[in-house]
Nanobody, 123 residues
Framework: QVQLVESGGGLVQAGGSLRLACVAS????????MGWFRQAPGKEREFVAT????????YYADSVKGRFTVSRDNAKNTVYLQMNSLKPEDTAVYYC????????????????WGQGTQVTVSS
């Protein structure tokens, strides 16, 4: 059974940092592109970042480029999202996603999703 479990969310002041983690189980991690999405109250879910499985290539939404960094540790079946210089508009539930390709992750067509972790940035 495939499972993605996020952790690391919380409350932080604007300008602060958080690191999210997503642990994948079920044997999919090493062959999957991984990514992060977020959904703020009253808004649609939006793409944040993705990382490929083969060479670890990364891609970011313009809104987070230069502030967020996605990485993966294949030995730990874990993908991370380091979030720096956080802004109140980054407040959302953050979801981990896994798919057979980075393109599928970016399009929102990921095969697997986590339950989400809340990130709240106060001004």
């Amino acid at each position: 059974q495939v499972q993605l479990v996020e952790s690391g969310g919380g409350l932080v002041q604007a300008g602060g940092s958080l690191r999210l983690a997503c642990v994948a189980s079920g044997g999919i991690f090493s062959n999957s592109a991984m990514g992060w999405f977020r959904q703020a109250p009253g808004k649609e879910r939006e793409f944040v970042a993705t990382i490929g499985w083969r060479v670890g290539s990364t891609y970011y939404a313009d809104s987070v480029k230069g502030r967020f960094t996605v990485s993966r540790d294949n030995a730990k079946n874990t993908v991370y999202l380091q979030m720096n210089s956080l802004k109140p508009e980054d407040t959302a539930v953050y979801y981990c996603a896994a798919a057979s390709s980075a393109a599928r992750v970016r399009s929102g067509a990921a095969e697997y999703w986590g339950q989400g972790t809340q990130v709240t940035v106060s001004s």
